[in-house]
């Protein structure tokens, strides 16, 4: 079979405070829902509202550094690639999948109560930077492949 492509790429808002936990053998697991958001006109040409939510898991020393300093409603831009699981519920016998975002590259951005502060997760390692937002915040413009100017300029 030929190679394929699975990558995903999101930007959005944690709906909750990250679960770290680890492994049987010490490998760190972060685990959160993000929320991303679209609107859309209606048939009838309402302005309508839809919220996503998927389920996001960050491996590893990222992951530690996601659940030390991430926290509900803190916006994100992620990319990594889907990951289907299965296991039999206790309960019923059944067997349950869950699909998941199994996250390689996570980058603060500002976000709901944390004073619009971003920071470096995308290599895993340094804590938010102390100031606001900023286009052109060094860290996140290398991560990010170069400096972005107006929306209109972004890529996608």
């Not at 916006?75 to 289907?84: A, I, K």
């Not at 996250?103 to 603060?108: E, G, L």
């Amino acid at each position: 079979m030929a190679d394929g492509v699975n990558k995903v790429i999101l930007v959005g808002n944690l709906g909750k405070d990250p679960e770290l936990g680890y492994t049987q053998g010490g490998t760190a697991r972060c685990r959160f829902p993000l929320a991303t958001g679209e609107t859309f006109n209606s048939k009838t040409g309402e302005k309508q509202e839809r919220t996503e939510w998927h389920n996001i898991v960050v491996w590893g020393k990222q992951g530690e550094t996601v659940g030390k300093y991430l926290s509900k409603g803190r916006q994100v831009y992620l990319e990594g690639s889907l990951r289907t699981r299965s296991w039999d519920d206790e309960k019923t016998g059944q067997k349950k999948y869950m699909t998941e975002v199994n996250a390689q590259k996570i980058i603060f951005l500002g976000g709901k109560g944390d004073g619009g502060q971003s920071g470096g997760g995308g290599h895993g390692g340094s804590a938010p930077a102390s100031n606001g937002f900023d286009s052109k915040d060094q860290h996140r413009d290398e991560m990010m492949g170069g400096s972005f100017g107006d929306d209109d300029d972004i890529p996608f």
